[in-house]
């Protein structure tokens, strides 16, 4: 491989590596933050966080990736132009085409490796994302109470609150238990809760000396009892049926389908999702090529306007890519125009782009003055 190819590579390649370590860092920075919201909210457990950042950050790479690489060349030509090493290379007789062999040493196993990750790994990452949810789900509304925490279960018909035990393997403190039914809404607080299995597996929370209220809502009825002991039946579920069922269910969303399946499916949704499974590989070596010309700006002007231009144009093909698969899935494209109409678009405007920062533009001949 020549000096030329071998720096070009190397500069893409550290590029690639900076800018994709910087987005992973930033996309799981969001994400964990999102994650640890809902599960303070209760909406999932404290013990699936990492397992979802991870998933989440898998089902996110392929995009990650192809933007990543798309960065990484321009960044790698605008820096060559900026400094003046284009000067150098341009007067050893390379051009702009000559960068398309090391863009392209670089960009295919990107392609390749997304490619691997939009038709495997990706679908598999959402099938696991959605079985930790559902296996949060199934777990019992005793399982998830956390002390210090609110709680809703049965979609909001039961709200619990406890406090820390006072010893590690003593009862849980304080409860605050609010219960909605058709004809009353009840208020329990009491002093101490623990958990009872009785020998049928049905599982209950009791709770310890404490009051009850009960209202008629609409009504001035009320009820005001004194317990010593309550006990609060929390519903028990079949967890393998259920499991299996929420399996079931997850296979249908086509985000998290096989691929082996989507091409037998048949089906408009089906065949959307397997678009954009094809389409971001395609669009991640489209994007590198359009680097190219992109990046080929004059040193004497500002860097900020053509890298908001480059990125806005990134986004624009993202964003077709979304609306294809969106036509495919409605029926108002086909599958065999819809998996190759933008590539062919970007392709041409690629083409455009390089003839444009190649072509030579002839002197204007001088002015001669008419004589007197």
């Known amino acids: 491989m020549s000096l030329f190819k071998r720096s070009v590579v190397s500069e893409i390649t550290n590029h690639f590596s900076v800018v994709l370590s910087t987005l992973i860092v930033v996309w799981l920075s969001v994400i964990l933050v999102r994650l640890l919201g809902e599960a303070a909210a209760g909406r999932i457990g404290a013990d699936v966080v990492i397992g979802l950042a991870a998933f989440t950050t898998i089902a996110a790479l392929p995009i990650i990736l192809a ?31 000559n960068w398309i062999n090391p863009v392209m040493r670089v960009a295919i196993p990107v392609a390749v490796l997304i490619a691997s990750l939009t038709l495997f790994a990706t679908p598999w990452a959402n099938q ?19 002390p210090g925490q609110f709680l809703e279960t049965e979609g909001g018909a039961r ?11 003593g009862p849980l403190g304080q409860v605050f238990m609010r219960i909605l039914d058709p004809d009353w809404l009840t208020l329990i607080t009491a002093s101490s809760a ?11 929370l009791v709770l310890g000396p404490g009051q009850r209220y009960d209202v008629k809502p609409g009504a001035s009825e009320v009820r005001l009892s004194k317990f010593d ?5 929390i519903e028990s579920k079949d967890g393998e049926k259920s499991l299996e ?19 037998t499916d048949k089906v408009p949704a089906s065949y959307g999702q397997l678009m954009w499974r094809l389409a971001v590989p395609l669009a991640a070596l489209n994007l590198a090529l359009m680097a190219i010309p992109l990046g080929a700006v004059n040193p004497r002007m500002g860097r900020s306007g053509d890298l908001l231009i480059a990125g806005l144009i990134a986004m624009l093909y993202l964003n077709l890519i979304n609306i294809s698969q969106g036509w495919i899935i409605s029926g108002k494209l086909s599958f065999s125009i819809g998996v190759w109409l933008v590539h062919s678009v970007f392709g041409l405007l690629t083409v455009g782009l390089l003839w444009h920062r190649l072509r030579v533009k002839l002197p204007k001949p001088p002015v001669v003055p008419s004589a007197a």
């Open 159 to 169: 709200v619990f609150f406890v406090e820390s035990p006072s010893t590690p393997d």
């Open 128 to 146: 696991q994302i959605g079985e930790y949810r559902a296996r949060f789900e199934l777990r019992s509304d005793l399982s998830k109470i956390t």
């Open 67 to 97: 933007v990543s690489i798309f960065i990484g060349v321009l960044t790698t030509i605008t820096r060559n132009f900026r400094e003046s090493e284009m000067i150098v290379w341009f007067s050893s007789g390379l051009s702009l085409l």
């Open 245 to 263: 069922t929420a399996r079931e269910r997850t296979l249908t969303s086509r985000r998290s389908r096989p691929t082996e399946l989507l091409l």
């Open 229 to 233: 002991a309550f006990g609060a039946r």
């Open 194 to 204: 623990d958990t009872v299995i009785e020998a049928n597996g049905d599982k209950f």
